[in-house]
């Protein structure tokens, strides 16, 4: 039996193409794209197809649209939350519960610090140390303290050098410690995660390659220890799409 696939939406040809137009003519973000009058005659379209193939940008984060006379969509640097978005809904429909994602971070991160030892740069280093000042005088206030942690972890994902691994760890900070399902962190589990964030920040400053990978292997395995220990229950239970927004 022969399946034949379901042609692209107009509006999304459209979109695709605003897209590659939008990079060859060399964009950048902020400015302007053109106003709808000149899109509706470069692509040949009705006004309908126009306004949505926008909105499927806008969506995605793409383009923001400007209102008033001298509005029209504006480039934007996509952030990661679309696609955060986007693996949380994917994952509540397969119902698949929290440890995915601890297990997600135990195959890739420390991979990432690997690349990260050999390509981080020094400014990089020194928003890293800087998130590990704000951590140590924070032991006692867990929302400052966690925040410092995500900070600590996207610095090192975004210097790895790939921007695929960079927006995946990114995606996924706001809900890897798991907070908002309810994993907690005590005081001691607090002063833990400083010290194997210390172990792993001595590394990369150090360009050492190997060691990074380890005290991250080490250092994200120790987290799942604890997770699995203390909250089996919710290790198990599934993030729900609204609660990751």
Same mark, same amino acid.
């Given at each position: ?5 379901r042609a692209?939406k107009?509006a999304?040809v459209v979109?695709?193409?605003?897209v590659?137009?939008t990079?060859r003519?060399?964009i ?5 794209l053109d106003?709808?009058?000149?899109m !509706?005659e470069?692509?040949?379209?009705g006004r309908?197809t126009?306004r949505?193939?926008l909105r499927?940008l806008? $969506?995605?984060?793409?383009i923001?649209l400007?209102?008033?006379p001298?509005?029209?969509?504006i480039l &934007? ?6 696609l955060a978005?986007? $693996?949380i809904l994917?994952?509540?429909?397969k119902?698949?519960?929290f440890t995915a994602?601890?297990?997600a971070?135990?195959? !890739?991160?420390?991979?990432i610090?690997?690349?990260?030892a050999?390509r981080?740069t020094?400014d990089?280093l020194?928003d890293l140390?800087q ?7 924070? &032991? ?5 303290? &966690? ?7 996207? $610095?090192?994902a975004?210097?790895?050098g ?9 995606s !996924? &900070?706001?809900?890897?410690d798991g907070?908002i399902?309810?994993?907690d ?8 995660i400083?010290?194997?964030?210390q172990?792993i920040e001595?590394?990369?400053v ?6 990074s990978?380890?005290?991250?292997s080490q250092?994200?395995n120790e987290y799942?220890r ?5 909250f089996?229950d919710?290790m198990?239970s $599934?993030?729900?799409?609204?609660r990751?927004?």
């Amino acid at each position: 039996m022969t399946t034949t696939s379901r042609a692209p939406k107009a509006a999304m040809v459209v979109a695709q193409q605003i897209v590659r137009d939008t990079l060859r003519d060399g964009i950048r973000s902020g400015e302007l794209l053109d106003p709808e009058r000149i899109m !509706l005659e470069k692509y040949q379209i009705g006004r309908g197809t126009l306004r949505e193939a926008l909105r499927i940008l806008e $969506v995605q984060g793409v383009i923001a649209l400007k209102p008033g006379p001298r509005g029209g969509p504006i480039l &934007l640097d996509p952030d990661a939350s679309h696609l955060a978005s986007t $693996v949380i809904l994917l994952m509540q429909m397969k119902n698949a519960p929290f440890t995915a994602i601890a297990e997600a971070r135990v195959a !890739l991160e420390p991979m990432i610090s690997r690349l990260a030892a050999d390509r981080i740069t020094d400014d990089a280093l020194a928003d890293l140390r800087q998130t590990i000042v704000v951590m140590r005088d924070s &032991l006692d206030d867990q929302h400052v303290f &966690l925040e410092a942690n995500k900070r600590f972890h996207d $610095v090192i994902a975004w210097s790895c050098g790939n921007p695929l691994f960079g927006y995946l760890v990114d995606s !996924l &900070l706001g809900i890897m410690d798991g907070t908002i399902i309810g994993i907690d962190y005590p005081a001691p589990r607090r002063a833990a995660i400083l010290e194997a964030h210390q172990s792993i920040e001595s590394a990369l400053v150090a360009r050492d390659a190997d060691l990074s990978r380890d005290r991250m292997s080490q250092h994200i395995n120790e987290y799942m220890r604890y997770a699995r220990r203390k909250f089996p229950d919710v290790m198990e239970s $599934v993030i729900p799409w609204d609660r990751a927004l």
